[in-house]
Nanobody, 121 residues
Framework: VQLVESGGGSVQAGGSLRLSCVAT????????IAWFRQAPGKEREDVAG????????YYRDSVKGRFTISRDNAKNTVYLQMDALKPEDTAVYYC????????????????WGQGTQVTVS
């Protein structure tokens, strides 16, 4: 599967951004798609995931209530709406995919996009 992210940028604390991830090359409706992030000097961490079949969503605690993951199956696209952004959200955000179920099995994601930078000041 090929994944292409877009929508990153720079924003002030409290602002919003929406990231998009277009997935091609695999039956879109049979996979999990998630967002991860990696800040400078830190390990990559999961942010949110969604089942393209059932729409079940999963979030890390630090983004619950601020970030929303959603899907548009007609466009093979998953979105990450990020509101109330904080400086600690600054990172490169990556879209990732895995086949089947268990969308919160973060270590099982095996297809990755190139990443998009999000900077919150």
């Amino acid at each position: 599967v090929q994944l292409v992210e877009s929508g990153g940028g720079s924003v002030q604390a409290g602002g919003s951004l929406r990231l998009s991830c277009v997935a091609t090359g695999y039956p879109y409706d049979r996979q999990c798609i998630a967002w991860f992030r990696q800040a400078p000097g830190k390990e990559r961490e999961d942010v949110a995931g969604i089942s393209t079949i059932a729409g079940n969503t999963y979030y890390r605690d630090s983004v619950k209530g601020r970030f929303t993951i959603s899907r548009d199956n007609a466009k093979n696209t998953v979105y990450l709406q990020m509101d109330a952004l904080k400086p600690e959200d600054t990172a490169v955000y990556y879209c990732a995919a895995k086949e089947g179920y268990g969308c919160n099995r973060w270590s099982a994601y095996n297809s990755w996009g190139q990443g998009t930078q999000v900077t919150v000041s």
